[in-house]
């Protein structure tokens, strides 16, 4: 079935270095791939997503960028703060099924200060 | 605006026993989703609805879970018999026309004993 990697599992970085998150995905289908955070106990939230006719996209300190050819889409934070600290969760579409999402593994991201 | 609101927040059940859960997702929004979510794990999609309508249920193991969305508005989701592994967070999501950004509950944590 379709299946989205994700890497690293565990980063740790200094409090103003960057992080990147990187995803690989099987389904050539999937035209739409949203990044979530999740905070310890709490809900996923939606932090970025980006579409397939979208080679990248920037919202202040947080970037994604994606290539269809290769099926690898990958979240870059600058700047990062402790309350950067989160698991955070690549997604791509199912297909043609709408907006039902695949999720990768996770990202567990420390920021240190 | 309101959220997406699930019931229970936990249960502990033993195995072979059943349970239930409930979501009653944004007003207006069409689809919803459920989601499993394993400690350490990304969420994985067992059923999507749109309206009162199965979209996809491919992932949902048949043999014991069962879920509806009878009015087209809440939603339950039902394990019967359950097993230890369907220990998890069992997360509810609905999303709006026209927009991926899926908006989750915060979750109803099953113990499977």
Same mark, same amino acid.
């Given at each position: 079935g379709e299946n989205v990697e994700q890497h690293p599992s565990t980063l740790s970085v200094q409090e103003g270095d960057s992080a990147v998150i990187k995803c690989t995905y099987s389904?050539?289908?999937?035209n739409y791939f949203p990044w979530y955070k999740q905070e310890l106990g709490k809900r996923p939230q939606l932090i970025i997503d980006i579409r397939s006719n979208v080679g990248e996209k920037k919202d202040q300190r947080i970037a994604v960028t994606l290539n269809k050819t290769a099926k690898h889409f990958s979240l870059h934070i600058t *700047?990062?703060?402790? *309350?950067?600290s989160a698991v955070y969760f690549c997604a791509a579409s199912? +297909?043609?099924? +709408?907006?039902?999402l695949n999720f990768g593994k996770g990202t567990s991201l420390l920021v240190t200060p | 605006e309101a959220g997406v609101a699930q019931s229970p927040r936990y249960k502990i059940i033993e195995k072979r026993q059943s349970v239930a859960f409930w979501c009653n997702p944004i007003s207006g929004h069409a689809t919803l989703y459920w989601y499993q979510q394993i400690l350490g794990q990304g969420p994985k999609l067992l059923i999507q609805f749109q309206n009162n309508g199965v979209v996809d249920d491919s992932q949902l193991p048949k043999d014991r879970f069962s879920a509806e969305r009878l009015k087209g508005v809440d939603s339950t989701l039902k394990i019967q018999p359950a097993k230890l592994e369907d220990s998890a967070v069992y997360l509810c999501a609905s999303s709006g026309p026209n927009t991926g950004e899926l908006f989750f509950g915060e979750g109803s944590r099953l113990t499977v004993l």
């Open positions: 389904d050539s289908a999937s *700047e990062t703060q402790p *309350e950067d199912l +297909g043609v099924r +709408g907006y039902a | -």
